[in-house]
């Protein structure tokens, strides 16, 4: 995108990954400035789900375009995808190790699933800073790397909590920690066509 400087960096970025299907293009509705609301993207996951994933076949998964960089004219292809979940309310799983997508409660194959929650586990924890010093409360900023079962995706988030060893289930997450994630945004920072 010329002209625009983007912050769309993610700590290893070259290693998440999904394989999937670009499927449609959603514009995002015209604002009363003229401007559009941000694109859904339609990606449909092309690595079979291992029998011991909870991912549904048939799952779409809707990302949004924060930063305009997907190319409408890419509907169709098959590629890889770099997805983000952003906005995350990350717990750490326990008692069982589940992976997967588990799409919203009433999701038909028919659409595509917004908001899923996403069961996997960490291969990497690039950042984690606790902090809110000058809050009445604790705070994490986190970004990791999840198998998720069709790929690698990123986790970027905030975590806030009083006591955060409740809020995740773990005073730390680190590498091999089987983790959920619920309320996700998922963002998509690139779409390599094949």
Known sequence: MTGRTLNVRFPLINIIAVSCVFERFVPGALHPDGRRYLPLIVLRPTTPPAPDTITPEGLRLGVVDR???????????TGVARLVFALSALRVQSPLSRIGI?????????????????????????????????????TLYTEMIIDAGIGMVGLRTTVTAENMTAAIGAERVVPGDWVELQRSRIDILAFTPE
């Open 67 to 77: 930063h305009h960089l997907i190319a409408e004219s890419d509907v169709g292809r």
């Open 102 to 138: 588990e799409p919203e409660d009433g999701w038909t194959t028919r659409q595509a699933s917004l908001t899923p929650t996403l069961y996997g586990q960490v291969v990497t924890v690039a950042t984690w800073e606790p902090g809110g010093e000058h809050l009445p409360y604790r």
